[in-house]
C-alpha cells in the first residue's frame, strides 16, 4: 500500500520549507487504500505516483500533489475543512482522518455519489459531500479552518477567501486550461489581510462554471 514519492522528495523543501512531509500526512496517506477510489479496470496502477482516470474526463490526482497540498493546509486534529472537487473521494479519505470535519463538494453529480458511496464504505463519518459548484463555497458551514481546491481555477475565487477563518489557508491551483498552471497558498492572517504565494507548477482539470449535473 505504499505509493512511492520518493522520486520528488528532493524538491519538497523548496515547496513547504521542510525536507519531508510531516509525519501525520504521511500517515494518513499510508492508511487510506487508495485502490478503493480507483476503477475496478485500473487497479494495478493504484499505487503508481501519477494520476488515473475516473470517468466523466476526470481524474484521481497524482499521490505526490495529494500529499503535498495536504500538507499545505497545515491542518489540525480539530479542523473543519472544505474541498472543493471530490472527484473520486480519495483526498477526502485523507482529509477526513486529519481534520474533525470535511466538507466536500463536487459539480458532477454522479461522481459526487460515488464518492459519497465509498466513504461511506470506507466508514469516514466525518464527511459531508454533495453535488455542488465550488465557485460559491459552502456558506452554510463557513469559516473554515483550511480549504482545497483540486481542480485549476482562472482566478481565486473571493467566496472561498470569505470563507476562510483568520490565520487559515486556501491551497489551490490557478490558471488557464491547457496553459500554465501554478499551485497557489492563499493565506489570510489573524487581522484578516491576505497574501498569496506560488508553490509549483501543477496540470489540473478544470474548475468548471455552470450546471453541469
Ligand atoms: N481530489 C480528486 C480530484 C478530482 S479532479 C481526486 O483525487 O479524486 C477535480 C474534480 O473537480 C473533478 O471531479 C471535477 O468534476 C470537479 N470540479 C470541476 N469543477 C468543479 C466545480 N466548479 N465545483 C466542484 N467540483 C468541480
Redesign the pocket.
Known amino acids: 500500500m505504499l505509493i512511492d514519492i520518493d522520486r520528488e522528495l528532493h524538491y519538497t523543501r523548496d515547496y513547504i520549507g521542510q525536507s519531508a512531509f510531516s509525519e501525520r500526512v504521511l500517515t494518513a496517506i499510508a492508511a487510506v487504500p487508495r485502490h478503493h ?1 480507483v476503477p475496478e479496470d485500473l487497479q494495478e496502477a493504484a499505487y503508481d505516483n501519477g ?1 488515473l482516470p ?1 470517468g ?6 497524482q499521490p505526490y500533489i ?1 500529499a503535498l497540498m495536504t500538507d499545505l493546509l497545515r491542518l489540525t486534529p480539530d479542523a473543519v475543512v472544505l ?10 479519505a485523507i482529509l477526513a482522518r486529519l481534520a474533525r470535519q470535511v466538507y466536500s ?4 453529480a454522479p ?2 455519489a460515488a ?1 459519497a458511496a465509498k466513504l461511506r464504505e470506507l466508514g469516514c463519518r466525518n464527511v459531508e459531500a454533495r ?5 460559491a463555497g459552502w456558506p452554510e458551514h463557513a469559516p473554515y479552518d483550511g480549504i ?4 485549476a ?1 482562472p482566478y481565486v475565487p473571493a467566496p472561498l477567501i470569505e470563507q476562510l477563518k483568520p490565520g487559515a489557508r486556501l491551497v489551490i491551483p490557478v490558471g488557464d486550461v491547457g496553459g500554465p498552471q501554478q499551485l497557489l497558498v492563499v493565506e489570510k492572517d489573524g487581522d484578516g489581510a491576505v497574501s498569496e504565494r506560488s508553490v509549483l507548477p501543477v496540470a ?7 450546471s ?1 449535473k
Not at 474541498?83 to 477526502?92: A, H, I, L
Not at 489540473?204 to 455552470?210: H, T
Open positions: 477510489f494520476p475516473i466523466h474526463g476526470q481524474t484521481i490526482s495529494v474541498e472543493v472537487g471530490t472527484g473520486s473521494g480519495y483526498q477526502t463538494l463536487e459539480i458532477v461522481l459526487a464518492a453535488q455542488g459548484d465550488g465557485y482545497i481546491v483540486t481542480a481555477a489540473f482539470v478544470p474548475l468548471v462554471k455552470g453541469y
